[in-house]
């Protein structure tokens, strides 16, 4: 395990692969016990890899804005990690962020990860903060110097660059989805003993698969091979194309990996040369002079492109089915990618009996809570819980909590809450228009009020498994 000091206030945890879980948590323990003794409440773990429950019992809070190890995260997910250290550092003179990684695979195991947020808060720094600051910005630099080195994969460098892009205005946002039409591989990797290989690709947007191609059989004299989707594919926001090579009927390994966003193309043709290219940057079995086009146009592909020779196996194959991020994702990190938020969870209690189901408390911001009571939770349990929450609400908070009860009204609520504003509906509808506009002015307006007022949304589930209303 290391910690290191980023600068004065940041901090970098960082735990290779290989540890067992039972060393983790240990040293995880001895690091919350030294920075509760230094720091007291004023730290904040910012979680860039898996949901790890260890993180949210030893430490109060924990900001989740985890993502794959050697994937670039989301645009949008890095933009708000550096918007959280910033405002979280900023908020009070005395307050330290704590970035912490676990790593996956690799000799640099987790450090990628911090290596790639460090990188875009320096450019948010030299934006956004101000000229004092520049000290901090100095040993940003000197930490990623001595400690990161460089970003071992290609897309993690193109994210940075496109933060920066944007932070300086230098890439113009292109809001509109491309329609993808052909995938063009230049080269071809010589993966089967014979040469050439036997490949397909898989198309994710927001970390969520939604194409995969059949398997081409790729010539060892191959200079193109198009791969084209059945109908266009409309594809917006945050994109990874993955190809693999399927050496049996149940073995694959990746030929490349590329991510980019679509905020930033602007062009008909996307080329990556093999530098540009994750895995295969490195991978001497792919051609020197090789890369990949990605053609948003019909008409683009050049005459040779268009003729090349296509050997194509559309019967399904095993290998083409897995999810190689399907089991990060069902630890309960964003999925969809669609403007995924940081999920702050800062003392999350619950209450679990045998035949009955669990209460969750969690912040949804530093003011902002949400209190869930899942179906099937009996009166009596239900009260007992109610009444815990206000003594602990009441304890921390006195008077400045409000309850926005979103659910059925319920004479518990308004008997132990001082303060309960009454917004419920159905659960599986909709708000109606004005009350839903009402609910957003009314948290607002509660919280602007006076600084250390905060907002409790409060859902009593009626059936399903989730908490609709929130």
């Given at each position: 395990?290391?910690?290191?000091?980023?600068?004065?206030?940041?901090?970098?945890?960082?735990?290779?692969?290989g540890?067992?879980?039972?060393?983790?948590?240990?040293?995880?323990?001895?690091v919350?016990?030294m920075?509760?003794t230094k720091?007291?409440?004023?730290?904040?773990?910012?979680?860039?890899?898996e949901?790890?429950?260890?993180?949210?019992?030893?430490?109060r809070?924990?900001?989740?804005?985890?993502?794959p190890?050697?994937?670039?995260?989301?645009?949008?997910k890095?933009?708000s990690i550096?918007?959280?250290?910033?405002?979280?550092?900023?908020?009070?003179?005395?307050?330290?962020?704590?970035?912490?990684?676990?790593?996956?695979?690799?000799?640099?195991?987790?450090?990628?990860?911090?290596?790639?947020?460090?990188?875009a808060?320096?450019h948010?720094?030299?934006?956004?903060?101000?000229?004092?600051?520049a000290l901090d910005?100095?040993?940003?630099?000197k930490?990623?110097?001595?400690?990161?080195?460089?970003?071992?994969?290609?897309?993690?460098?193109?994210?940075?660059n496109?933060?920066?892009?944007?932070?300086?205005?230098l890439?113009?946002?292109?809001?509109?989805p491309?329609?993808?039409?052909?995938?063009?591989?230049?080269?071809?990797?010589?993966?089967?003993?014979?040469?050439?290989?036997?490949?397909?690709v898989?198309?994710?947007?927001?970390?969520?698969?939604?194409?995969?191609s059949?398997?081409?059989?790729?010539?060892?004299?191959?200079?193109?091979t198009?791969?084209?989707?059945?109908?266009?594919?409309?594809?917006?926001?945050?994109?990874?194309?993955?190809?693999?090579?399927?050496e049996?009927a149940?073995?694959?390994?990746?030929?490349?990996?590329?991510?980019f966003?679509?905020?930033?193309?602007?062009?008909?043709?996307?080329?990556?040369?093999?530098?540009?290219l994750?895995?295969?940057?490195?991978d001497?079995?792919?051609?020197?002079d090789?890369?990949?086009?990605?053609?948003?146009?019909?008409?683009?592909l050049?005459?040779?492109?268009?003729?090349?020779?296509?050997r194509?196996?559309r019967?399904?194959?095993p290998?083409?089915?897995?999810?190689?991020?399907?089991?990060?994702?069902?630890?309960?990190?964003?999925?969809?990618?669609?403007?995924?938020?940081?999920?702050?969870?800062?003392?999350?209690?619950?209450?679990?009996?045998?035949g009955?189901?669990?209460?969750e408390?969690?912040?949804v911001?530093?003011?902002?809570?949400?209190?869930?009571?899942?179906p099937?939770v009996?009166?009596?349990?239900?009260?007992?819980?109610?009444?815990?929450?206000?003594?602990?609400?009441?304890?921390?908070?006195?008077?400045s909590?409000m309850?926005?009860?979103l659910?059925?009204?319920r004479p518990?609520?308004?008997?132990?809450?001082?303060?309960v504003?009454?917004?419920?509906?159905?659960?599986?509808?909709?708000?109606?228009?004005?009350?839903?506009?009402?609910i957003?002015?009314?948290?607002?307006?509660w919280?602007?009020?006076?600084?250390?007022?905060?907002?409790v949304?409060?859902?009593?589930g009626?059936?399903?498994?989730?908490?609709l209303?929130?």
């Amino acid at each position: 395990m290391e910690l290191n000091f980023v600068t004065q206030r940041v901090m970098a945890l960082c735990f290779p692969p290989g540890v067992d879980a039972a060393t983790y948590r240990e040293n995880l323990r001895e690091v919350a016990q030294m920075l509760q003794t230094k720091h007291g409440d004023s730290y904040m773990i910012f979680n860039l890899s898996e949901r790890r429950p260890e993180l949210s019992e030893l430490h109060r809070q924990v900001a989740e804005y985890g993502w794959p190890e050697t994937l670039a995260p989301p645009l949008d997910k890095l933009c708000s990690i550096c918007k959280a250290i910033d405002s979280w550092t900023a908020a009070q003179p005395h307050n330290v962020a704590v970035l912490h990684s676990r790593g996956d695979s690799g000799d640099r195991g987790g450090w990628d990860r911090i290596g790639v947020v460090v990188s875009a808060y320096i450019h948010y720094s030299n934006i956004c903060r101000s000229p004092e600051q520049a000290l901090d910005r100095f040993a940003m630099k000197k930490f990623f110097d001595d400690k990161i080195r460089h970003l071992d994969h290609p897309s993690q460098k193109r994210y940075v660059n496109y933060f920066a892009g944007l932070l300086s205005g230098l890439i113009q946002i292109n809001s509109s989805p491309l329609g993808l039409h052909h995938l063009v591989l230049v080269g071809s990797p010589q993966l089967r003993p014979a040469g050439g290989c036997r490949i397909f690709v898989r198309v994710y947007q927001g970390m969520v698969p939604v194409w995969t191609s059949a398997v081409y059989s790729v010539d060892d004299r191959a200079k193109y091979t198009v791969i084209s989707p059945e109908m266009v594919l409309q594809l917006r926001g945050d994109i990874l194309i993955k190809c693999y090579h399927c050496e049996s009927a149940t073995t694959r390994q990746v030929v490349f990996r590329v991510q980019f966003h679509t905020c930033a193309v602007s062009d008909p043709v996307l080329s990556f040369p093999r530098q540009d290219l994750d895995d295969a940057c490195d991978d001497m079995r792919f051609p020197m002079d090789g890369g990949v086009e990605l053609h948003f146009s019909a008409s683009s592909l050049g005459q040779d492109q268009a003729a090349a020779p296509l050997r194509v196996d559309r019967a399904p194959d095993p290998v083409q089915r897995w999810n190689s991020y399907e089991a990060f994702y069902a630890g309960g990190a964003d999925q969809t990618g669609a403007l995924p938020q940081g999920r702050l969870v800062a003392g999350r209690r619950s209450r679990e009996r045998p035949g009955q189901t669990s209460m969750e408390l969690n912040f949804v911001t530093q003011r902002v809570m949400a209190l869930c009571f899942p179906p099937g939770v009996d009166a009596a349990t239900y009260r007992e819980n109610l009444r815990e929450v206000a003594q602990m609400l009441q304890t921390k908070h006195g008077d400045s909590y409000m309850i926005f009860n979103l659910s059925e009204r319920r004479p518990e609520l308004s008997e132990l809450h001082r303060q309960v504003a009454e917004y419920g509906w159905p659960e599986t509808l909709a708000p109606p228009l004005d009350k839903l506009c009402s609910i957003c002015k009314a948290i607002d307006s509660w919280t602007a009020a006076q600084p250390h007022n905060v907002a409790v949304l409060h859902s009593r589930g009626d059936s399903g498994d989730r908490c609709l209303r929130h």
